[in-house]
Structures are given as structure tokens and as C-alpha cells.
């Protein structure tokens, strides 16, 4: 399971939108997928639900798999994996494992 967060800045590391970054804007865990602003945007076509809504074609993210995203850490800037660390205040914390700074 990735331990990207819905809020992180992210890096595509594979697939059609490799080396553009975007903002998590959704997890779903169970297939673990991710949407991210503005990546792998998709043309689906919608058939008006209401009336006076516009039927046609919408672009919109689809969720892709989390492991072709790589974390943006805040801190240092780069493209980092996130490490684990337990501290007995703050519980379980995500860290940078480039910079080794706290990320949440
Ligand atoms: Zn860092």
C-alpha cells in the first residue's frame, strides 16, 4: 500500500504523463490508485442527467495506479521514497528518506 496522501505533491514516473506533477486529489485504497490534478485526464463522453445540462464530451482525471507516482518531498524539493519512523509522541510519521526531514 503507497503511503502518499490525498494533499501531496507528486512526480509521474511512468506511462504517457511521465515527468509532470500534480497534486493528490484522491486515494482509493482498495485498488491502490490515486487521482492527481491535472494527470492521465481522460475525454469521457456524459449524457445529460438533468435537463438544460449539456450533454458531450468532458475531460477529467482518471485514477492511476500509485506505484507510477514518486513523492515531491517539501522540504528538499526532490523526488524522494517515503520512510516510516515511530516516535513516542507523534505515533507513526511519514519521513523524506533524501533529506531525512519529517513530512507530516
Ligand atoms: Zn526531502
Do not use: Y
Amino acid at each position: 500500500m503507497t503511503r502518499i496522501k490525498v494533499g501531496d505533491e507528486v512526480v509521474v514516473i511512468s506511462g504517457k504523463d511521465t515527468g509532470k506533477r500534480g497534486k493528490v486529489l484522491k486515494k482509493l485504497p482498495k485498488e491502490d490508485r490515486i487521482m492527481i490534478e491535472g494527470i492521465n485526464m481522460v475525454k469521457r463522453h456524459v449524457r445529460p442527467t438533468r435537463r438544460g445540462q449539456a450533454s458531450g464530451i468532458v475531460e477529467g482525471e482518471a485514477p492511476m495506479h500509485a506505484s507510477k507516482v514518486a513523492l515531491i518531498c517539501s522540504r528538499c524539493g526532490k523526488r524522494t521514497r517515503i520512510g516510516m519512523k515511530t516516535l513516542r509522541e507523534e505515533g507513526q510519521l511519514r519521513f523524506c528518506k533524501k533529506c531525512g526531514e519529517v513530512i507530516d
